[in-house]
């Protein structure tokens, strides 16, 4: 029994979680302190540089400092509430009161509450037993050996992203439970690696490669066809993303799985095979929980096909039909610590970008790019770096879709401008639109969730994406550049 004179202290006494959280203070500070400064200038500088300066120290710290991403951009989100920098309807706004709205107003986005949903869909998915039932079943089919779950993701990624026109629906509340129940099947730290890495590109590429693999795609589709007359419908953009594609099938898989460092040894095909086999025999017949789960995301999938409400609705509707069926207990939503944390930080990273572009700095950028980097260029060496820039340039975005509004015309314009082949441009810029969000960790709603796993360390997760940038980049711009020559693009 614990002697009466010991009391329960009602604070934590400092232990080592408090320690290992003071070695960081410094580095906090210093994000802090430099906000803080550019801030302070906000009178000598207008609110769009104002915003682009903070935006760009946060995208630094992202990528240099060892600090929570929430706590980055609630510290950047305050600062230029604070500093009254935002845009409110067609101007500035007039009061800390109107600011303050503005920077609450990312937290009712349709793709963060999607984000958010598709994270609870995916412990639905745990819950029931259903995500380890078919991943069972996929590693009893295809681990045959460490490398061959790698291209099975990308198939299935691939044929789902026929159906579901968005990336975030289809990766986060499909692929992505089945890649989580693998990995810990599997049950190699070094093969999580391997899952994560190869599901997070199947997705991104499958992103690329067809006309409905995003709901961003469309949209670039009609600046093609705005800006230069011409028709980039889904069996063109299929058509020119064929072979880069197959290259790529088989060269991202083998990059991932170099990258990941898999042990071999830590690989039994016999054994693991044998175990899923013994697993799926002690699992039984399928529960009525995995039939409810099954019901309900077939619901969701055909809904997200028919496209007959936005994708954020359909998760959210989903989900909530879990709860009514007692799949999930709101309990468990709550203590969903993942979901809530993308949900913040995405939020607040996809309104910062919105407000840019409110204040006209991705045009700026367009403008730019027209008067400077290809000033003097020929057609095709301005297509070629006008194709560059752009992938490069999703360090600035949180969002396909928005990475595609914002600059895709801008762009294109800028081509138009210098002469550029109208369907060698647009075949740069549409099939680098998916594929570029590898380059960080908030580029789209799949890789928060991908890099939430916490496999991979931040400057590994951005060291690992510049590798994968620097493949994409070279396949398109060899193989897809002399594919298109022969289709007669250019």
Known sequence: MANAHELTPLLPTAGAHQQIQWRHVGVKVFFGAAVCGTVALHSFLTHAQLVGAVFALLVAALLLLAAPVALLVLTALLGLTAANAWRCGGGDCVSLKDAFAVALAGFGLPLAWLVWSAFNLGLAVEVSGLGKRMSLLIIKTFAKNPYSLGPSLLIIELITALLIP???????????????????????PSMERYLIL?????????????????????????????????????????????????????????????????????????????????????????????????????????????????????????????MIVGVLRWEDIRDNGKAWDSFFWLAGMVMIVEQMNKMGLSQAVGDWCRDVLINGMGPISSSLVLGFFYFVSMYLFSSITSHIVALSTPLMLAG???????????????????????????????????????????????????????????????????????????
């Not at 968005?166 to 190699?188: D, E, Q, Y």
């Not at 028919?306 to 994708?311: C, E, K, L, R």
């Open 416 to 490: 138009k401008a210098a002469g550029c082949p109208p369907l060698l441009l647009t075949s740069l810029i549409a099939y680098s639109s998916g594929v570029s969000a590898c380059l960080t960790s908030y580029s789209s709603g799949v890789v928060v969730m991908y890099f939430s796993q916490n496999s991979f360390s931040k400057k590994e997760w951005h060291l690992y994406g510049f590798f994968a940038a620097l493949l994409y980049i070279l396949v398109f711009g060899t193989v897809g550049v002399c594919w298109w020559k022969v289709l007669g693009w250019w």
């Open 166 to 188: 968005s990336n975030t629906a289809r990766g986060g509340a499909l692929i992505f439970p089945l890649v989580v129940s693998i990995s810990k099947t599997v049950g190699s």
């Open 198 to 322: 190869c599901g997070l590109h199947a997705n991104l590429l499958s992103s690329s490669a067809l006309f409905y693999g995003t709901v961003g795609n469309p949209i670039l589709a009609e600046s093609a066809e705005s800006t230069f007359s011409i028709e980039f419908g889904f069996v063109e953009w299929m058509i020119g993303a064929s072979i880069p594609v197959l290259v790529l099938f088989f060269l991202i898989p083998r990059l991932c799985y170099y990258l990941a460092g898999v042990k071999t040894e830590d690989f039994n095909a016999s054994i693991i095979i044998e175990n899923s086999m013994q697993d799926l025999h002690q699992m039984g017949p399928i529960s009525p929980s995995e039939v409810a789960t099954a019901v309900i995301l077939s619901g969701c999938l055909l809904t997200w096909v028919a496209d007959v409400m936005p994708d954020g609705l359909v998760a959210m509707l989903g989900l909530n039909a879990m």
